[in-house]
C-alpha cells in the first residue's frame, strides 16, 4: 500500500510524492506564444443565495478563439470558481482543486473548511507567481463557497488578486476585461437601485446578470456578451444553501423575454 | 529454515487460518446490482464499513479497520491521482484491484515476515449502462472474482457467504426496489450473524425480520447508493433505513 501523505488528505502533498507537478513555473527568457485571454466574470448576493455569471469568449490578442467556454466551474457540490486571465492556467487551477476537494472529502471522511478551500485558490495563485511576473500567466479568479460552520450554511464571496490575496466580499464581485464596465453598474445599483441586487428574486438576478454581460460586450471586445437572437446565453450558476443549481440557456432567455424591468 | 519450500507452504497455510480465525465474527457485508444503480450494506458497531472512493467507485468490507483503511486509502490515492494525471474517465476497477490492491494483498500474505491484511471486501464500479456494473470479491490472500450483475456477499465463512449470496440472488433482480433489497439484505445478514441454516431450515420471514431488526438495535447500519441516473460526477450518496421508511 501507498505510504501515507506528507499531509493527510493533502493532493498537493500527493502529487509531490509521485514527483508530479500541477502547474507549470518556468521561467521563460523571451517572449512567450500569444495568449488566450480576456473575460467578464461577476457574483453577487441575491435573496436566496450568491449567483455567478461569466460570458463565454475566449480571445487571443485581436481574434476571437471561441464563444463556447464555460467560465464557471462547478469545484464540488458547494464550491464555484470564476475564471478570469489566462485559461490556461486558469482551467488547470480549476482542475486541481477539484481533484483536491473530493480529495480530501473522501479521504478525510469529512468536508474542506471554507476558509481551507479559500486558502487553496490563494495557494496556487501564489505557485503561479513567476507566470504572473512574466505577464503570460496572470489568473484573477472569483470564488464563492458555502460557509457551513452556521445553520443554514451561509453563501459567501472571494476575490483574488494575481498574487494569491483574497477577500470576502459582501455584495458583488467581478474580474476581467469587461469588469471595469460593469463594476460601476453594479455598485450604482447597490446604492440607488429598487430592487438592490441583494434583494432581487431568482428571475430578476439572471435578468440583471444577462443585462450586465450585455453592457459589458458593448465596451470590451474580449467579452462574449448575450444575444438571444443568436441563442448566445452566458454561463450562469447558483449557489444557495442546498447547493449549486445551473441556470440553463433555456431558463435565461425565458427569464429575459419577461418584459419587467429588473428596476 | 523459512527458506526451505514445505516450512514456507506451512508458514502459508498457518498464516491463512490464522487470518480466517482473526476475522471470525466480522459483519457481514453485500452489494447488490439494480436497474438505477448499485446499493452497498454493512452493519457496524461504531466503525465504518461503507466508503466510497472515487466518482463511480466505493468500498465495503469486514476485517481489521486499519486494514480496511490502509487499502481505502491507496483506492483513493490511485483513483485521483489516474484521474488527474489522465481524466476521470480513465479510473477504472479492474485496473486499480487487478494491478494494485490484489498484488499487494498476495504479496502481504505471502510474505510471511510481513502482517498478512485482515481483511474481506466488495469493491464496486457504477458504469453508465446496467450490465456494465462490476463488482469485485477481494479476498485477503489477493484472490479476486468479478461479476457484472446481481448479489455478491462477503463473509468471514466461505460456505455460508456462498450461500447467502445464492438466496440473495434468487430473491434481488435489477428491477427490486431499494427499499426491497435492503430489506432482504438485512435478514441475510442476521441469518449469516447468527449462523443460522440456509436451505429449507432457513428461518421463516417474519423470523427474520424481527431478527434483524433486534440485532440491529445498538449497531449502525451503513447504506450507500451508486445512482447511475444523478447528474452529478460524484454518484456516491449515503442513504439511512429511515431515508428509506425501513425504522
Known amino acids: 500500500m501507498s505510504s501515507m501523505t506528507p499531509m493527510a488528505g493533502d493532493f498537493l502533498s500527493l502529487l509531490a510524492s509521485q514527483k508530479l507537478s500541477p502547474v507549470r513555473t518556468e521561467m521563460l527568457s523571451s517572449g512567450g506564444p500569444v495568449q488566450t485571454q480576456a473575460t467578464t466574470v461577476f457574483a453577487f448576493h441575491f435573496a436566496d443565495g450568491v449567483i455567478m455569471a461569466g460570458d463565454r469568449r475566449a480571445t487571443a490578442g485581436n481574434l476571437i478563439v471561441t464563444d463556447k467556454v464555460d467560465k464557471i466551474i462547478e469545484i464540488d457540490s458547494t464550491s464555484l470558481l470564476a475564471i478570469a486571465g489566462v485559461p490556461a492556467t486558469a482551467f488547470e487551477m480549476a482542475r486541481v482543486l477539484q481533484t483536491s476537494f473530493e480529495y480530501y472529502r473522501r479521504s478525510q471522511l469529512q468536508h474542506l473548511s471554507l476558509p481551507a478551500k479559500v486558502r487553496a485558490m490563494a495557494r496556487l495563485l501564489r505557485e503561479n507567481l513567476s507566470m504572473t511576473i512574466q505577464g503570460i500567466g496572470v489568473v484573477a479568479p472569483l470564488f464563492a463557497g458555502l460557509d457551513q460552520s452556521v445553520t443554514p450554511a451561509k453563501p459567501q464571496i472571494y476575490f483574488y488578486d494575481p498574487l494569491g490575496a483574497h477577500f470576502e466580499t459582501v455584495d458583488h464581485a467581478t474580474s476581467g476585461s469587461g469588469s471595469g464596465t460593469i463594476r460601476s453598474i453594479m455598485s450604482f445599483q447597490e446604492h440607488y437601485g429598487n430592487p438592490k441586487p441583494s434583494q432581487m428574486s431568482l428571475a430578476e438576478a439572471v435578468r440583471f446578470s444577462l443585462r450586465l454581460l450585455m453592457t459589458a460586450a458593448e465596451f470590451d471586445s474580449a467579452t462574449g456578451g448575450v444575444n438571444p437572437g443568436t441563442h448566445t446565453f452566458a454561463t450562469i450558476r447558483v449557489l444557495r444553501s442546498t447547493g449549486i443549481e445551473i441556470i440553463t440557456s433555456e431558463q435565461q432567455a425565458e427569464y429575459l423575454a419577461r418584459n419587467t424591468p429588473a428596476s | ?247
Open chain 2, 1 to 247: 529454515m523459512t527458506e526451505e519450500p514445505y516450512r514456507w507452504l506451512e508458514a502459508v497455510a498457518n498464516r491463512r487460518e490464522y487470518v480466517r480465525d482473526q476475522l471470525k465474527g466480522g459483519s457481514p457485508v453485500m452489494a447488490a446490482v439494480l436497474k438505477d444503480g448499485i446499493l452497498l450494506l454493512g452493519v457496524g458497531g461504531g466503525q465504518s464499513k461503507v466508503f466510497e472512493l472515487f466518482d463511480r467507485h466505493a468500498l465495503v468490507g469486514l476485517g481489521h479497520p486499519a486494514d480496511i483503511e490502509k487499502i481505502r486509502q491507496a483506492a483513493i490515492d490511485a483513483a485521483h491521482t489516474e484521474a488527474f494525471t489522465r481524466a476521470p474517465e480513465d479510473v477504472s476497477l479492474r485496473r486499480l484491484v487487478g494491478f494494485g490492491l490484489s498484488p499487494q494483498l498476495k504479496n502481504n500474505f505471502e510474505q510471511i515476515y510481513n502482517a498478512p491484511f485482515l481483511v474481506e471486501m466488495i469493491l464496486a464500479e457504477l458504469a453508465n449502462e446496467e450490465g456494465k456494473d462490476l463488482l469485485v470479491r477481494l479476498h485477503f490472500d489477493g484472490s479476486f472474482q468479478n461479476q457484472h450483475s446481481g448479489v455478491v456477499v462477503a463473509a468471514s465463512q466461505s460456505t455460508a457467504e456462498t450461500e447467502a449470496q445464492s438466496w440473495l440472488q434468487s430473491l434481488i433482480h435489477p428491477q427490486t426496489s431499494q427499499v426491497e433489497a435492503v430489506e432482504w439484505m438485512l435478514q441475510a445478514w442476521w441469518c449469516l450473524i447468527e449462523n443460522k441454516p440456509w436451505g429449507g431450515e432457513l428461518p421463516s420471514e417474519p423470523e427474520r425480520q424481527s431478527g434483524w431488526r433486534s440485532a440491529v438495535g445498538s449497531k449502525t447500519v451503513e447504506l450507500a447508493w451508486l445512482s447511475r441516473t444523478s447528474k452529478r460526477a460524484a454518484r456516491y450518496e449515503p442513504l439511512t433505513l429511515s431515508d428509506l421508511g425501513l425504522v
